[in-house]
């Protein structure tokens, strides 16, 4: 039997850059090249781009959505899986615990509690021009990583979730 594919989760803001969509939808597209399932937010910014860019590549992409059906929250063009959660911002943390790793992509207040539930949950984040992060104790955090390309950041959340149990 084969394994289960990896489970790959894009955080950021459904506002974003031209540079941070760019990223998003590179980090799509890496994302599907490696056999890795992408989920996301599922609305706009770089949740759009990014399920954009692994679709153009044949891969699966998953919305965890806030809203409770299609017409309170309808899903971007791009989501394959949109699964309505119903509990707003709350499905935050059903997102980071839904995948094996988090990439985060620019973003703002909504990214920053991701990361953060993600630390406090085991799972590995690797960051993408987003947060400049440190601990108050100014002891590295093993589970935070930083890379400096879509290529790079997928690889390093794939070799980061190879430490964590499959769900």
Do not use: F
Request: with cysteine; proline share 8%.
């Amino acid at each position: 039997m084969a394994s289960p594919a990896r489970r790959m989760t894009v955080i950021g803001g459904s506002v974003c850059s031209d540079d941070e969509r760019r990223l998003a939808l590179e980090t799509g597209r890496e994302i599907a090249r490696a056999g890795a399932i992408l989920l996301c937010g599922g609305r706009s910014g770089v949740m759009e781009a990014a399920a954009e860019g692994a679709q153009s590549e044949g891969g699966s992409t998953v919305g965890i959505m806030p809203g409770s059906g299609p017409d309170e929250s309808p899903p971007n063009p791009y989501i394959g899986l949109p699964i309505y959660t119903g509990i707003g911002q709350a499905r935050n943390q059903v997102l980071v615990l839904s995948g094996e790793a988090v990439i985060g992509i620019g973003g703002s207040w909504g990214t920053l509690t991701e990361i953060g539930l993600s630390i406090r949950h085991g799972i590995p984040v690797v960051l993408l021009d987003s947060w400049t992060l440190e601990p108050p104790d100014g002891k590295p955090e093993p589970l935070l990583h930083r890379a400096s390309s879509p290529a790079e950041a997928v690889e390093i959340a794939i070799r980061a979730a190879n430490g964590v149990p499959r769900g």
